[in-house]
Each structure stands twice: as C-alpha cells, then as structure tokens.
C-alpha cells in the first residue's frame, strides 16, 4: 500500500472514532477529577466497615460474657445493642456530612 493511500485510512479512521464521553479530556485532568471524587466521597467509605466492626466487637464481648458466666443470652443482647450502635453511628456520619454539602451548597449559591 502506498503512503497516500495509508495516510487517508488513518485520517478517515481519527475522523469516525468515536469521541470520549465526556468530552476531550487529559490524563492531568482525569486525575484531578479522580483526586476530587475521591475527596468528597472518603468519609462514605469506611462506613460499612465500622458498623460491622462494631457488631462483631460487642458479639465478641457477648461471647465471652456468656463463656464467663456459662450463659447463652449475652451474645444477642450485645450483638443487638452493637448493632443498634453501629446503625446509629452510621446515620450520624451521613447526616452530619449532609448538612454539611448543604451548607457548602448554599455558600456557593449565595
């Protein structure tokens, strides 16, 4: 195949690809949008984790209540109050990071 005719399937094919979806972007730029998506979702993240680690640490506790005293009701009276805990906790973080986009949004609008 000669050069011109190589030259014009490539530019044919440049002009037919299909365009980003977001527009042209950068790899700069991708990275600053990644950075600034992770920043505002971070506090989302570990949320899950802390809940089941606060269910599982009072399952524990109840655990061994119940090996102590040779019982059998420690561990779902603590497993229950570590998940009531943990749902608490949760609901608090969101909430709390909630008013404060709201508070963010309103400075930005006015």
Known sequence: MDDQREKEIREYAERKAAP???G???PHDDAAEYQRVMQENAPYLTLGIQMALTIVA???LGWWLDKQ?????????CSGFGAVAGLGYF????LRIEKKNEKKKHEVQG
Do not use: H, R
Request: no cysteine; charged share 10%; aromatic share 18%.
């Open 24 to 26: 042209k972007s950068k």
């Open 69 to 77: 005293n040779g019982t059998s009701f420690w561990i779902g009276i």
């Open 58 to 60: 009072f399952a524990g």
């Open 91 to 94: 609901l608090l973080v969101v």
């Open 20 to 22: 980003p979806l977001f």
